[in-house]
């Protein structure tokens, strides 16, 4: 290759990692086609297919034929919808002009965090984490501030933590409630909390809410409604359809940002992706609706059987798992027991089990090396096969 | 509001312009609220549907109910189908490993653009251009080197320009061929010859190629064809199924990288996008069969006859478009005869004619007040309309 790719990339490539479950994705796959079962508890996607009324909504969409580019914000209508669920289902008053729709989350991540930060800002937020969020800050060359955080805070920044580790260069605090990999929430008061801390320094919140709806003892919740008055003004709320709405391939999402951040969006969407799938969009609008609802709650249900299930039956293996999740789809365990190097335990589980979990370091540099996640995305009866595996491996 | 927007958004959000025809469709909006018949010759999108065959296979694919993420580089199918395509349409050997599939073309210049550029990188292009992909560098922080071109060379970079402009910073050329907005071809000759010197350079040339197959008097070309051995290591496609394929809203594109940068590619897409709409990947697979290939040729035709009536109709009334545009949708037209001031001048046509163009100043700073773009985007009978209107007016 006569290019040398390191001169050749920009300088953010060597910061932006690859999810290093790929890899073990890839073996994985050349066991499959070798004939092994797999399991895969790595898969941070939910198994059921898209609920049906919204597949029919699809059909109809596309049968139509207009699919033209829709505004950059998204449909009207479908903005909306959403500021409707938000009143129905959370009491809140959000204008619909506020709630813009995007390319998955992550497109509202690229706008929002491309709107705010440059060179010299940095932002903060919970290590172990959804490991895109650091890279979209890497990605704008901001700096990232990971705290690391441990089951004393449920895994969750607190104010405390927050006004602790605060910066001058500090222009964003990023939560996820229910987080990815630990499924926790940050409770009411501490999200209030730190809400009035983050408006104190004039600074910003962004909440990553693509989990809600995804929990299991107690009423889902948004961020919003632990926010009063000016504070809104600093708080932005991320979404998608992909986990509780199941619409993972259609690629949508949608963020809640204040008034004054809705011009930078506005324009950096026209720029960046033009506007979110047309189809995708007259799809959702449905995604609301009680019909859909009820399949969503049914499985919501599911869900929860399946974390009844395994949280025990891991812990009773030796896995560490100090807070009960309640919430996302995930168990972030401790396999100190066994290893002090999880990414070798993950390749070894997948060689020796056919189990395929994702090693600790996809989610940050707190301790990784203690720690696997696995994702209860697959039907009970694969959980049950995959404990009687792990059972006979570790002992 | 509480919040200073200059002190709050990044640095860049201060170059990254708004498309000004956004100004224009709002007050047309307006005006078509208030009853008045608007002539929209300011779209940048096909007014045709998806064609039938695309659609069908869009809702059988959505029937399957199985709408998961797909891999982040794409359906495995749909990468061996497009490298087919090359083959068969082009006689060119693409290694499907080597098409990327992305949201939309967009999606293919930030994995590019990000992967290459950063502060202290720029980019060379023609002005006038499309404005976002300008934005696409701003975005990185990388700076732009805007090449005022005339109709001594087309309105395109010539491989004489490129050596005259070049600066140690200077990384990738970027190319349109069919451009936007004028509709110019980069000839073959002038092709190998650029590209002969950004690899002597050791340098990138992309070619934005999203009017492919939109070409009226020859055949529709790659810039691959125009490239040998190890400069093909500099060259990059960015393709799209938004306008020859006329899926605007789908959000679906493509870009053949070099082998040195999928990796790059792979790990920016897993962070900023995770993967393309799975149904626009599926529908897209049936893009090439001659059934909608058929189609597609029929409406090219079409757009043929439409530009052979509005070019003419518009030199008639003094609009001044030296070269007649050998592709895209697009007429370029110097307005100089009537104004100095094409942004007024697009304000009053909208107003008085209901005629809605583009302002030269969304493509750049080259005489833009003296441009503005028609779009023969709409059928014939409405282009005879506002030519009608605009000879009043003129008159």
Chains 1, 2 share one sequence.
């Not at 441990?150 to 895994?155: I, K």
């Not at 961020?223 to 003004?233: F, Q, T």
């Amino acid at each position: 290759m006569p290019i040398n790719n390191k001169r050749t990339l920009a300088k953010r490539m060597e910061t932006i990692q690859p999810f290093h479950v790929m890899s073990l994705l890839g073996k994985a796959k050349a066991l499959e086609q070798q004939g092994r079962d797999i399991i895969h508890l790595e898969v941070g996607e939910p198994d059921f297919n898209t609920p049906q009324p919204i597949i029919d909504a699809g059909v109809e969409a596309l049968k139509r034929g207009n699919i033209h580019y829709t505004p950059s914000l998204g449909l009207m209508s479908l903005r909306q919808t959403i500021a409707d669920f938000y009143q129905t289902r959370y009491d809140l008053d959000v204008p619909a002009s506020r709630v813009v729709i995007t390319p998955g989350a992550s497109g509202a991540l690229l706008l929002i965090i491309g709107a705010l930060i440059g060179s010299g800002d940095s932002v903060m937020l919970a290590d172990p984490g959804y490991p895109c969020n650091q890279n979209f800050v890497r990605f704008v060359d901001g700096d990232i501030q990971a705290v690391a955080v441990d089951e004393s805070t449920s895994y969750q920044l607190t104010a405390e933590l927050i006004e602790q580790n605060w910066q001058q260069s500090t222009k964003i605090v990023m939560l996820a409630s229910p987080a990815n990999p630990t499924g926790t929430i940050v409770p009411k008061d501490e999200m209030k909390k730190i809400i009035q801390l983050v408006k104190d320094k004039q600074a910003y919140l962004i909440v990553d809410e693509i989990y809600q709806g995804l929990v299991y003892d107690m009423e889902s919740s948004c961020a919003l409604s632990a926010s009063e008055g000016a504070a809104a003004d600093h708080v932005i709320i991320i979404n998608s359809f992909s986990k509780y709405f199941q619409m993972t391939g259609w690629r949508l999402g949608w963020c809640i940002v204040p008034e004054h951040l809705l011009e930078a969006c506005d324009h950096l969407a026209q720029n960046l992706f033009l506007a979110s799938p047309t189809t995708a969009q007259e799809a959702a609008m449905v995604a609301f609706l009680p019909e859909t609802i009820e399949i969503l709650e049914h499985r919501r249900q599911i869900f929860k059987q399946r974390r009844d299930y395994l949280y025990p039956q891991l812990s009773a293996l030796g896995f560490k798992i100090p807070i009960k999740p309640q919430g996302a789809f995930y168990l972030y365990c401790d396999c100190s027991t066994f290893t002090d190097d999880s990414m070798t335990l993950a390749h070894e589980l997948l060689e020796t089990t056919g189990v395929a979990v994702t090693p600790g370091i996809d989610f940050g540099q707190n301790h990784p090396e203690h720690y696997v996640r696995f994702a209860y995305t697959r039907d009970i009866k694969y959980l049950q096969q995959a404990v009687q595996r792990l059972q006979n491996f570790l002992s």
